[in-house]
């Protein structure tokens, strides 16, 4: 009896021995098969001194240095300084610009990177944020790539209103006029000096005098307001006085006062077709708009230099691949939409074989506050085991005296921390990919900070907007971190790639 138990805990331990050798040798495999990780911070000041105290600082638990200060972006003598100084610390080296043209700077600067410090050069950070300027900001687009156009811009402001410039008339009788179409839906019409002005009709078509408008060019003498309920507001040139012009033919001046000496509503161009200018009429005019002027811009930049180019941005990452970046940061700043920063901004490269990563944000600007270094912690933890390539810290504070910039103690013991247990001792790979995706539909640059978000920074909230915020929000719970959201386009099928594929219009 004694024996057969005594054979019986030998087969038992030898099976253990086994089961622990095979799991540790599975472990070493995934671990092995990691991608590269690039973790550390930027400098924003202006101090060669301060920059290389920085680098002193963080050169034992980081490998990657980015330049990101503006006002060093001039001066080749100190980036060349600082960046040599990291990569003789070992470092890695992402140097910054964004003044939109390869100038003497950026090529004296770029041929120090490539002959000097080889493959510790990863790339250039180019023009930062552009997807949450087009949320959240006055935008101008290159017509020139945007619409194949000679001459002229398209311009979207903090209030999302679109702007151009366009003829009217006909033959010898043309106007340029500049156009602003609202949120609303109300259109303002008023005479431009010609040099301003550049032909374009809806969708971006070029027109001419010869095939533009047949309405009557004088009514473009004048400011007109069109609104969508079909009223249409005049005020002739060098005149104080405002006539209002109702669909059913009624005029009255601006005390009220019927008029009729002022023809009637059928001397100017209907809504529709003064609506039927706008460049930019749909989300997937804006998308086509927006990749366009990207690409014009990163086409300057990355076809004469050859080298990756990076920024980091808070929403429409699928578009910013699509215009050119080879890599994208999604801004973190310890909030509960973290998980689908992620989320989009993995699914965004993956799917267009990207690299990714993060910047680690302060979790308020105003007033100043920090991530904990807890929530730092956590978000570098989880962005290395959901695949990212890269994650940033940004150390910035305008006047501050501490040599570190913005980061304290606190944050940098918490990059120690995961140097340490992640990056030096890892337990798992960060060589991963999503398993399941969300599809958003084809073009819809949403915000998606809200169920009220923009879309685009042009119009708000639509009937589509409750219906994709909840589906994120219940994929996102029901398929955790192993989910990307991803965007419909038929260059990138999600077919065969993912387990489990969910639409924005159908429940999980």
């Known amino acids: 009896m004694k024996k057969r138990l005594i054979i019986a805990l030998s087969l038992v331990l030898t099976a253990l021995v086994l089961l622990s050798a095979f799991v540790a040798i599975e472990n070493s495999a995934q671990v092995a098969a990691k991608k590269p990780f690039y973790v550390g911070v930027t400098y924003c000041g202006d101090s060669v001194t301060e920059a290389e105290q920085l680098i002193d600082n963080v050169k034992n638990y980081t490998n990657l240095f980015v330049l990101q200060s503006g006002p060093l972006m001039w001066d080749v003598n100190a980036s060349e300084q600082i960046c040599d100084y990291a990569v003789k610390s070992g470092l890695y080296v992402i140097i910054s610009d964004d003044t939109n043209s390869l100038g003497p700077y950026l090529n004296a600067i770029l041929s120090v990177a490539q002959t000097s410090w080889g493959s510790h050069f990863l790339g250039l950070y180019f023009n930062d944020e552009p997807g949450g300027k087009m949320l959240d900001g006055p935008v101008n687009f290159n017509i020139n790539s945007a619409l194949n156009s000679t001459e002229g811009g398209i311009s979207k402001g903090e209030n999302g209103v679109v702007s151009f410039s366009v003829i009217l008339g ?73 006539f209002m012009y109702e669909p059913n033919g009624i005029v009255v001046d601006q005390n009220g006062q019927a008029v009729t000496n002022q023809g009637n509503i059928s001397q100017f161009m209907p809504y529709s077709q003064v609506l039927d200018l706008d460049p930019l009429l749909n989300s997937t005019d804006v998308a086509n708009v927006y990749i366009n002027n990207l690409q014009s811009i990163l086409s300057d930049i990355g076809n004469q230099t050859n080298v990756n180019l990076f920024t980091s941005d808070y929403g429409l990452y699928w578009f910013d691949y699509l215009g050119g970046y080879n890599t994208v940061f999604a801004e973190l700043f310890g909030q509960q939409t973290d998980a689908q920063t992620l989320a989009l901004v993995r699914g965004a490269a993956d799917m267009q074989v990207k690299s990714w990563g993060v910047m680690i944000e302060p979790s308020c600007q105003s007033p100043l506050t920090l991530q904990t270094g807890d929530q730092i912690y956590d978000e570098l933890r989880q962005t290395y085991e959901d695949g990212a390539e890269y994650a940033v810290l940004f150390n910035y504070a305008p006047n501050s005296n501490s040599t570190a910039g913005l980061l304290q103690n606190e944050q940098f013991a918490a990059m120690q921390k995961f140097w340490t247990d992640i990056v030096q001792n890892p337990k798992v790979t960060n060589n991963v990919k999503g398993q399941d995706a969300l599809v958003l539909p084809s073009g819809y640059g949403a915000g998606l900070r809200s169920t009220t978000d923009t879309i685009w920074g042009i119009w708000q909230a639509d009937n589509q907007s409750q219906q994709v915020w909840n589906t994120v929000q219940s994929s996102l719970a029901k398929y955790g971190s192993k989910l990307d959201i991803v965007y419909e386009d038929p260059a990138y099928p999600t077919a065969g790639r993912y387990q489990h594929i969910i639409y924005w219009n159908q429940t999980t």
């Open 170 to 242: 006909s033959g010898q009788d043309v106007n340029w006029v500049t156009v602003m179409v609202y949120p609303s839906g109300e259109i303002n019409v008023s005479p431009v000096p010609t040099y301003m002005g550049i032909s374009i009709v809806g969708n971006g078509s070029q027109t001419s005098g010869s095939n533009s408008s047949e309405a009557d060019a004088s009514q473009w003498e004048g400011n007109t307001i069109y609104y969508p309920n079909g009223t249409i507001t005049y005020c002739p040139s060098q005149s104080n006085m405002t």
